[in-house]
């Protein structure tokens, strides 16, 4: 059975820094990519970011590059996300999902196999 538990959501202040993380167990070999989208309320899924276990190969999306790090420890099942300069409009519930594979159509959700229950991320004075 697969399971994703997520967690280190809360409130940032603008400009401020979180680090999810996300322990991930009972998945097959065959998907070879682990992540996180996120969805506002009312707002469709956007892909953040993805790491492939096999290469290491990672995708963000525009708006994150350069201010959120996504990194894994196979040993440990874990993935993390830390998010630096966090702005307002990142503020939404983050999911770990499971890939197919890691590339740039991920990030439009493609090959999208398993997710978490998510946590919220909320940035606000």
């Known amino acids: 059975q697969v399971q994703l538990q997520e967690s280190g959501g809360g409130l940032a202040q603008p400009g401020g820094s979180l680090r999810l993380s996300c322990l991930a167990s009972g998945f097959s070999s065959d998907l070879d990519a682990i992540g996180w989208f996120r969805q506002a309320p009312g707002k469709e899924r956007e892909g953040v970011s993805c790491i492939s276990y096999s290469y290491g190969t990672t995708y963000y999306r525009d708006s994150v590059k350069g201010r959120f790090t996504i990194s894994r420890d196979n040993a440990a099942n874990m993935v993390y996300l830390q998010m630096n300069s966090l702005k307002p409009e990142d503020t939404s519930v983050y999911y770990c999902?499971?890939?197919?594979?890691?590339?740039?159509?991920?990030?439009?959700?493609?090959?999208?196999?398993?997710w978490g229950q998510g946590t919220q991320v909320t940035v606000s004075s």
């Open positions: 999902a499971l890939y197919d594979s890691c590339d740039s159509v991920t990030m439009y959700g493609g090959g999208l196999r398993y």
